[in-house]
C-alpha cells in the first residue's frame, strides 16, 4: 500500500512516499519560513519523477505538531484536503515522534526537541525497551532551561535539528476518524499534553 507521510512542524519539510515499508522517494529540506510556497511544488515533482499520481496512494500519514504554528497548517492543511479529495485514510502522528522515528530501533531514552523561537523547544522524553516506546514526557513547550532541567536525571540521547532521523515503522500512528474536527497540536508556553 502506497503511503504518503508528511510534516512540516519544524525548519524542516519533509515527505516521503511509502510501499510496504520501503521508501520510493523521500525529501528533508531546511526551509526558511517557505513550507506554504514548496510542500505542493515538491510533492508534484516528485510525483512526475516517480512516474507516480495521487490516485496510487491509499493512506496519508501527517505530522500534528507540535511545531512551528504556521509550519503545521501548511502539512496539516494539505494532508486533510488531499485525504476528502482523495477518499483515503488519514493518520496523524508527533512531529517529534516523526523527526525520531528512525532512532527506535535502539534501545534507550530519547529527548526529542524542535527549537523554537526566543531559548524555547518543543519537546518530549521517550524511552524504548524491546521496540516499545514508552512516553516519558509527552510533547510539550517550554524554555530550554526548563526542558533540560526535568530531564537532566535521564541518561538520554539527543535527537534535535542536528540528528533527525527518521523510519515510518517506528511511528505510532492514530487514525482519524473526523477530517472536520481535525486540528494541529498547537501547545503554548507551559502547557503540555499528559
Known amino acids: 500500500m502506497k503511503t504518503l507521510v508528511m510534516d512540516t512542524a519544524s525548519k524542516y519539510l519533509f515527505f516521503s512516499f511509502i510501499e510496504n515499508g520501503q521508501v520510493l522517494y523521500e525529501v528533508m529540506d531546511e526551509g526558511k519560513n517557505n513550507h506554504s510556497d514548496n510542500l505542493l511544488k515538491k510533492i508534484e515533482l516528485a510525483l512526475i519523477e516517480t512516474n507516480l499520481s495521487l490516485k496510487d496512494f491509499k493512506r496519508i500519514v501527517v505530522g500534528i505538531g507540535p511545531g512551528s504554528y504556521t509550519g503545521l497548517r501548511v502539512s496539516v492543511t494539505v494532508a486533510k484536503m488531499l485525504a476528502w479529495t482523495l477518499g483515503i ?10 523527526l525520531s522515528s528512525g532512532h527506535f530501533d535502539n534501545d534507550g531514552i530519547y529527548a526529542v526537541t524542535i527549537r523554537a523561537k526566543k531559548n524555547h523547544v518543543y519537546g518530549k522524553l521517550v524511552e524504548v525497551n524491546g521496540g516499545i516506546q514508552k512516553i516519558l514526557i509527552n510533547d510539550m513547550f517550554s524554555s530550554d532551561e526548563v526542558f533540560f532541567d526535568m530531564i537532566k536525571n535521564y541518561n538520554y540521547k539527543l535527537v534535535n535539528e542536528e540528528n533527525y532521523k527518521i523510519k515510518y515503522e517506528n511511528m505510532l500512528l492514530e487514525k482519524v476518524d473526523n477530517l472536520h474536527q481535525l486540528n494541529p497540536n498547537y501547545i503554548q508556553r507551559g502547557i503540555w499534553n499528559t
Open 89 to 98: 485514510d488519514l493518520y496523524i502522528v508527533s512531529s517529534l515522534s516523526i
